[in-house]
């Protein structure tokens, strides 16, 4: 399954009060990334990028531990948001998140 921005973005939380006009103007700002299954998208401590919406396919969180082993945090799906936090406190990705 796949979307196209406006139905994403018409699925996530924060963004459903907001008007058609707006939504539509924040989808145009927006830009794609294609990336290959097991690409990592963000790193733990990165700075943030901005809102990142799963138009396809699947993004998993994860944190590593000091052993190196993964911890699965969540994984978002088509219309799934990931990493919303340091949009709203201005810090860096808590989390890693890589392509189902």
Same mark, same amino acid.
């Given at each position: 399954?796949?979307? &196209?921005?406006? *139905? $994403?973005?018409?699925?996530?939380?924060? @963004?459903? +009060?907001?008007?058609?006009?707006?939504? #539509?103007?924040? $989808?145009?700002?927006?830009? *794609? /990334?294609?990336?290959?299954?097991?690409?990592?998208?963000? $790193?733990e &401590?990165?700075?943030?990028?901005?809102?990142?919406?799963?138009?396809?396919g !699947?993004? /998993?969180?994860? /944190?590593?531990d &000091?052993? !190196?082993?993964?911890? #699965?945090? %969540?994984?978002? !799906?088509?219309? +799934?948001?990931?990493?919303? @936090?340091?949009?709203?406190? !201005? %810090? &860096?990705?808590?989390?890693? %998140?890589?392509?189902?």
């Amino acid at each position: 399954m796949s979307m &196209n921005r406006l *139905e $994403a973005l018409g699925r996530v939380l924060f @963004l459903k +009060g907001l008007s058609d006009a707006l939504i #539509t103007e924040i $989808a145009a700002s927006g830009e *794609e /990334k294609r990336l290959s299954r097991g690409e990592l998208l963000f $790193a733990e &401590n990165e700075r943030c990028i901005g809102l990142l919406v799963v138009l396809a396919g !699947g993004v /998993k969180l994860y /944190k590593l531990d &000091n052993r !190196g082993r993964e911890l #699965t945090l %969540g994984m978002e !799906g088509p219309g +799934g948001s990931v990493a919303e @936090l340091p949009l709203f406190d !201005g %810090g &860096n990705y808590p989390s890693r %998140g890589s392509v189902l």
